[in-house]
């Protein structure tokens, strides 16, 4: 056959993982959306996906456990949810997507009853990228999930807020969304060790490990505990198999504090807030949260103040209320650090500062 007439080969699901890895792009067919003020953002599919399709890489830094700890400490709790530890080859390692990149991948969220895509660490040029494969088949409009694994997430329990009536609001906008139970407790069943080998039709080339976390190291009730991963190794070129060992557990960071004595998954227990602020106004995305209320902010992009080092961002107002500022730079309670910035680094007061106010907490 001709070259030009040549019809190019469907790639492989796993090829394409690697590819828009490589180019660090998100694949058309995905869309992300702001749901409720619960939820935050979520992805969404726009196409149709089959079983075992590529869909999103969790794009960010891949860091070492230590860099992780280092980040956490200086973090803001709504950036370290962005934190995704995994074990790889052994080692302790995350990807920190706190920065919005505008990447889609940093904005699935957990579904632990009926997700529709499954986390899988693939290796690309040595180094491993986390990719979300579908499980089923998704239609247009389905949000895309994922198991976050064992854990107390807040979102799973199934208590219902009570709302005093003088303080109801009415917002005929978000009222169905709001209506979702807060959730504070969730049933986990016990870590068990095991390992499988499956074989998928499009995977068949690659051996797949399952492995959940050994008990004796996990406290199932506290941990974000592994389940359901898999493990595919390529380069660039080819398929290769790796069967030396397992990816043990993956998980957005649940507020942990990594040392030595807490095992890896023990929640913070009195972190405090170490970052001396420095804060600066700053264009803020239109779906990003507010680090205090943790709240909406406008529908468009809106100007808030952002932390230059940990990148947290608060509505003005938000930020007033805890912490000081003269219009320049602000500290927060517990810190050494040093702000050694220049003058030049700072964006004046202006009055367009905090043009969505209104839609504080
Ligand atoms: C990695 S972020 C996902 C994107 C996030 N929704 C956002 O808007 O930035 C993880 C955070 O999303 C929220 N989240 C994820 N899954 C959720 C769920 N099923 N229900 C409610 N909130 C969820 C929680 O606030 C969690 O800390």
Not at 7 to 26: N, T, Y
Not at 63 to 71: D, Y
Not at 178 to 202: A, C, G, M, R
Not at 332 to 359: A, F, M, R, T
Request: aromatic content about 6%.
């Amino acid at each position: 056959m001709a070259e030009g007439v040549r019809r190019r080969r469907k790639l492989k699901p796993v090829e394409e993982a690697i590819q828009f890895s490589l180019e660090q792009k998100d694949k058309n067919g995905l869309e992300g959306r702001f749901i409720s003020h619960l939820k935050g953002r979520g992805v969404f599919s726009c196409t149709d996906f089959e079983k075992g399709d590529f869909l999103l890489e969790y794009r960010g830094d891949l860091i070492s456990k230590e860099e992780c700890e280092r980040r956490q400490r200086i973090y803001h709790d709504a950036l370290k949810v962005f934190m995704f530890e995994f074990r790889y080859n052994g080692k302790l390692l995350c990807v920190d997507a706190a920065r919005d990149d505008g990447s889609l991948g940093r904005l699935v969220n957990d579904d632990h009853i009926n997700p529709n895509s499954r986390m899988k660490t693939i290796r690309v040029d040595g180094k491993p990228h986390l990719c979300l494969f579908a499980t089923r088949s998704i239609c247009p409009g389905e949000e895309i999930t994922y198991d976050y694994g064992d854990s107390e997430w807040p979102w799973r329990c199934t208590t219902l807020s009570v709302v005093e009536p003088s303080t109801l609001e009415v917002n005929t906008l978000s009222q169905s969304e709001d209506t979702d139970v807060e959730k504070t407790l969730s049933v986990v069943e016990p870590s068990t060790l095991e390992v499988n080998t499956l074989s998928e039709s499009e995977d068949t080339d690659v051996e797949k490990l399952k492995v959940v976390s050994d008990q004796s190291v996990l406290d199932s009730s506290i941990c974000a505990a592994s389940e359901g991963l898999e493990k595919v190794t390529l380069n660039k070129d080819q398929l290769l198999l790796d069967d030396q060992d397992c990816v043990e557990k993956m998980s957005p960071v649940k507020e942990h504090v990594l040392n030595e004595e807490q095992s890896f998954c023990a929640p913070v227990e009195g972190v405090k807030e170490v970052c001396r602020h420095v804060v600066v106004t700053s264009a803020i995305s239109s779906m990003d949260k507010c680090a205090e209320c943790v709240g909406p902010v406008a529908a468009l992009k809106w100007i808030g103040l952002r932390c230059k080092l940990c990148s947290s961002f608060w509505h003005k107002s938000c930020y007033l209320k805890r912490h000081e500022w003269d219009g320049r730079r602000s500290s927060c309670e517990v810190s050494s650090e040093e702000d050694e910035l220049s003058d030049e680094d700072y964006i004046p007061q202006s009055e367009s500062d905090h043009q969505s106010d209104s839609s504080d907490g």
